[in-house]
């Protein structure tokens, strides 16, 4: 099956860092760009940050950019998500999905995305 998986999530104290990773399984992760989304309870898929497949260049949402870094290892297959000075607003399940509906990485719309995980839980409480 196509798909990947997340993992690193957890439990952090406001202003604590986590390191996310997502894993591909069934392709090869180096021919896409590779976005992350987070969907908190009630609320629909939220983008927040993409990886170029061709250049490794990224994007991120207001809200994260200066906070969160995104990365990949085409060699591990894997992308991950380095994120420092989490707020509680973070608080989701973080998921990975590759951009198959184009090659604009800053639209961030979960329609164009494919492959989903089963997602990552980040909680971010004192």
Do not use: H
Not at 24 to 43: M, N, Q, T, V
Not at 58 to 75: E, H, L, P, Q, W
Not at 77 to 93: H, R
């Amino acid at each position: 099956q196509l798909e990947f998986e997340e993992s690193g999530g957890g439990l952090v104290q406001p202003g604590g860092s986590l390191r996310l990773s997502c894993e591909a399984s069934g392709f090869d992760l180096e021919y896409y760009a590779i976005g992350w989304f987070r969907r908190a309870p009630g609320k629909d898929y939220e983008g927040v940050s993409c990886i170029s497949s061709s250049d490794d260049s990224t994007y991120y949402i207001a809200s994260v950019k200066g906070r969160f870094t995104i990365s990949r290892d085409n060699a591990l297959n894997m992308v991950f998500l380095q994120m420092n000075s989490l707020k509680p607003e973070d608080t989701g399940v973080y998921y990975c999905a590759a951009l198959t509906g184009g090659d604009d990485i800053t639209t961030m719309d979960a329609r164009d995305y494919a492959y989903w995980g089963q997602g990552t839980q980040v909680t971010v409480s004192s």
